[in-house]
């Protein structure tokens, strides 16, 4: 690469040694340690006489594994449910008949128990149905608590008192105990497992560990597990090692957070050589916690490990973040096994204190009884005897009210829940609802979905994922200000839509077949390209004559591609063992796999990681990079950045993220004119819908490296406050870029998304947009989908500041809906970005913003990050009282 331009000589050797990757991480002492709020979990060190109680076990109580997601039980069933049926008002009105009807003045000879035979017909059908919603949930609950693990067994848990055992091995100490009331003697070593106390003392010249198969309900805190390839999470557990080099693992998260893509975590590296049972059991450390909370992207743990042979004495820790840990309802993807230590079970795992409890199917019925408050006036009359007028009056009230009970049928009521039954049914048997991929029908989870469906009269959503696809392609790219790329988007046809309020930027359509047959001849002649995809989406045989002249535009593209081929942590996989040149990237988001799978097919070919190095094919020439950091992207860092040494020597640092993070950090007073070429060719992107993506890099001097690595490693280390002095320590590298260029990424509509939002729209159901994107974008994905058509007026709002918010709203509110307006029946689109959301949110401008919004057939929310979405969901829903549904990754 060009921009490698040096020698490997002495200073790398330096560089070599101070370096911290940044998935690694230097030990700090132990008297760095602070106080934290914390569980500690031991590991084959015996716990503090403070923490046993007077019989010597542990003092420390934990949740079960087994779970519970069921409302009954065979023993409060009958009272639970009974409460839960009379929580409705038809009910309790139906009941209070057939009291009345029990005095013989009011209810004359009618004989109690016909009068009340409707009603429990009514309460014994709904108890029915509720006790068969609850025994599949019972089923389900079953099924999983008797989900295979495996587990290390033979080998003291000392976290779990000696009571907290398995049925299997509490059946066993009964045994024993009669054994030994008859007369014989009993193992001396029992049958192990989790809370077995194997007295084995001091010696570990023969280990009695094993992996055994167990179920998820006998999992307990301090447990160590090994998960396999696509084995599911039991517990939310700290990762000790893995089998990749690296001590890397990739989990699926979808049953959290609803991402499909993978995620990459670490295992802790002082524990990463742990690879069997008898490393297991005579590895030495305990790990201080942080209470269980339901935050699922934090964790705060610090790891206490004894010395090893060699180390310097005295105690070291290591801190431990959410990149360490699996949480339960993951899926371990690509690795074939990882070892783990229980750091939370059952009710205090992650995804279980965010699942809430299960809903009641109790309703307010919206049926109001004015009876029993129009009979106050006869109890306050006063009674007297059965022959005052007032006394009289009283009695034929109650009469005439059980006389006309007929007027709110009680048949209706179970009519109605039949109805439910039936439409369940129904939702599950539509074809139109079953997925076909996934072979999959529409499940609904509870029989009263049609109810809370019916009544919906807000839908917030975001865009990736949910409108779109969430499958990345990479259509377009500008390096050293020149534009590549051809053929139209979804938005494009969007933006045609909308001419009446923009024109689209995008290229005139060209037959993309005969370009790609020409780009395909065009690249033959430079090099073979082995591993180019069969489904190219980016195509442009402009790029491969540019690179065939080799001038300073041909230098710009390798280094363009060669830095989408190096910055990232995306996995290598070989889905055809009988065609090794046919190579698949999995990555922790779509996006990233398309920008690598985009330089694989221009040849720039990602090979393979193996622990600090990455192999990269050139054009043809393979070459080897030594990774020194990974500085990983996070919604507020907007970017994410690698630091490398090349092969030729050096050191650089490449960078990719959002345009406004980038161009901050560009060095300063130069490369005006590519900015300005830059930036142009990005906003023409977006209006086309793309995602876009800004890359540039820094040659670093060694010395100032070998600095910024020692602070980076105290900061990747540091037990409080690690999250803001790794930023700080990332700011002190990460300036003085140069750009290279940018990317443009299609993320294409779902199908039948357009048809979808129309036929919700005649409904009278308004739907609210929440995303990300650029305002520009946003307009064109609207018009694209049907959000936005031609005949709506755009109401635009964007402000710098509380004020120019409050009164922008204002004067929309007046111009477009005044009581002046002569055509009030025209429609409004509400367009809103996240800087100026910030300010309509607060409690003196939220009214006016709600107000404006409620007028609004639609409504664009740009630019707005999760925490926003939530606030956006929250205002409508407490501030009219009304039914919503919300879909994305609010928080």
């Known amino acids: 690469m060009t921009f490698f331009g040096r020698k490997k000589g002495q200073d790398d050797e330096d560089i070599e040694n101070s370096s911290g990757s940044g998935h690694k991480r230097n030990v700090s002492t132990a008297s760095t340690m602070q106080t934290l709020p914390k569980r500690r979990i031991n590991v084959n060190t015996p716990l503090p006489q403070a923490d046993l109680d007077q019989y010597g076990e542990p003092k420390a109580r934990y949740a079960a594994n087994k779970i519970r997601t069921s409302k009954y039980t065979l023993l409060t069933f009958l009272p639970k449910n009974l409460i839960e049926q009379f929580r409705r008002v038809a009910n309790v009105y139906f009941l209070f008949l057939v009291v009345l009807q029990l005095f013989p003045m009011i209810g004359g000879d009618v004989q109690p128990l016909l009068s009340a035979s409707p009603l429990i ?11 068969f919603e609850d025994w599949k949930r019972h089923s389900q609950d079953n099924s999983l608590n008797k989900s295979k693990t495996i587990r290390l067994s033979n080998w003291k848990n000392v976290n779990v008192p000696t009571g907290q055992n398995t049925r299997k091995q509490f059946l066993s100490q009964i045994f024993d105990v009669l054994f030994c009331w008859l007369g014989y003697r009993t193992s001396e070593n029992g049958s192990g497992g989790a809370g077995t106390s194997d007295n084995k003392g001091d010696s570990l010249e023969e280990s009695d560990a094993k992996w055994v198969e167990s179920r998820w309900q ?30 890397l693992c990739y989990v699926e998260t979808k049953e959290l957070d609803g991402e499909t893509n993978l995620k990459i975590r670490h295992c802790v590296p002082s524990t990463a050589s742990l690879k069997s049972e008898t490393d297991c059991e005579r590895v030495s450390f305990y790990v201080d916690s942080e209470p269980p909370h339901a935050n699922l992207y934090s964790y705060t743990g610090v790891l206490h490990w004894s010395d090893q042979p060699g180390t310097e004495s005295g105690q070291k820790v290591e801190p431990i973040s959410i990149n360490d840990v699996m949480l339960r309802g993951c899926v371990l993807r690509n690795t074939e096994w990882a070892i783990c230590l229980v750091i939370f079970t059952g009710t205090d795992t992650k995804i279980m204190l965010n699942s809430g409890d299960t809903p009641s199917s109790a309703i307010a019925d919206s049926i109001y009884f004015l009876e029993p408050k129009s009979s106050a006036d006869f109890f306050e009359g006063g009674g007297g005897n059965a022959d005052t007028a007032h006394a009289s009056g009283f009695i034929t009230f109650w009469v005439s009210l059980i006389l006309f009970q ?42 009263n979905i049609s109810d809370d469906l019916g009544q919906i009269e807000y839908i917030f959503s975001d865009k990736t994922g949910t409108l779109t696809q969430n499958v990345m392609e990479f259509r377009k790219c500008t390096i050293n200000g020149i534009s590549y790329g051809l053929g139209e988007t979804d938005t494009t046809r969007g933006a045609k839509l909308a001419d009446n309020y923009q024109k689209s930027d995008s290229k005139d359509d060209v037959d993309l077949e005969a370009e790609k047959k020409l780009m395909l001849t065009e690249m033959s002649k430079l ?26 535009q041909s230098k710009s593209i390798k280094d363009f591609f060669s830095a989408l081929a190096l910055c990232h942590t995306v996995l290598v996989e070989h889905p055809d063992e009988n065609n090794l040149f046919k190579i698949e990237y999995k990555a922790q988001s779509p996006d990233e796999a398309a920008l690598v799978g985009c330089a694989r097919d221009a040849g720039f070919v990602f090979l393979e990681r193996y622990q600090d190095t990455l192999v990269i094919e050139m054009l043809g020439e393979r070459k080897e990079f030594t990774l020194l950091n990974v500085l990983e992207f996070n919604s507020t860092r907007k970017r994410m950045s690698v630091i490398l040494r090349p092969p030729e020597g050096g050191v650089v640092l490449l960078c990719k993220g959002a345009d406004s993070v980038i161009y901050e950090r560009l060095e300063k007073g130069r490369q005006t004119k590519l900015r300005e070429e830059t930036l142009s060719d990005l906003e023409v992107f977006a209006n086309e819908g793309l995602r876009t993506l800004c890359i540039a890099y820094r040659v670093i001097p060694d010395e100032e490296y070998n600095v910024w690595a020692k602070k980076y490693a105290e900061a990747a280390s540091s ?25 443009a990424i299609e993320d294409r509509l779902q199908e039948g998304v357009p048809e979808c939002i129309a036929t919700l729209a005649k409904a009278g159901i308004k739907i609210w947009v929440l995303t990300g994107d650029k305002t520009e974008t946003a307009i064109n994905i609207g018009f694209a989908c049907n959000l936005l058509q031609k005949d709506m007026l755009l109401i635009v709002i964007t402000a710098s500041d509380k004020q120019g918010a409050k009164r922008q709203l204002d004067e929309a509110l007046k111009k477009f809906f005044g009581s002046n307006i ?20 607060d409690k003196n401008i939220k009214p006016l913003f709600l107000e404006l919004g409620k007028r609004c057939q639609s409504v664009v929310c740009c630019r707005v990050s999760p925490l926003q979405k939530a606030k956006v969901v929250g205002m409508v829903k407490e501030g009219l009282n009304v039914m919503t549904l919300s879909i994305g990754d609010g928080e």
């Open 719 to 743: 037990i409080n406050d690690r999250e803001e002095k790794v930023e700080e320590a990332c700011e002190m590298i990460e300036h003085s870029l140069t750009l290279m260029g940018g990317t």
């Open 822 to 841: 002569e055509n009030k029946s025209s429609k409004h689109a509400l367009i809103i970005d996240g800087e100026t959301l910030k300010y309509a949110l």
């Open 121 to 131: 017909t009514i309460i014994s059908m709904t108890a029915f149905k509720d006790a």
């Open 218 to 247: 006998d999992v307990k805190v301090g447990d160590i597990i090994k998960l396999k390839n696509n084995d599911s999470v039991p517990a939310d557990m700290i990762i000790l090692s893995t089998s990749e080099p690296d001590g």
């Open 406 to 447: 007929n007027i709110v049928p009680i048949s209706l009521y179970i009519t109605i829940e039949m109805v439910k039954t039936v439409q369940a049914y129904f939702i599950y048997s539509d074809v139109d609802l079953y997925y076909e991929k996934l072979d999959y029908p529409c499940t609904p989870k509870t029989w």
């Open 527 to 552: 090099f073979d390209n082995r591993y180019i995809s069969s489904n190219l989406t980016f195509i442009d045989s402009k790029l491969y004559r540019d690179l065939k002249a080799e001038d300073k």
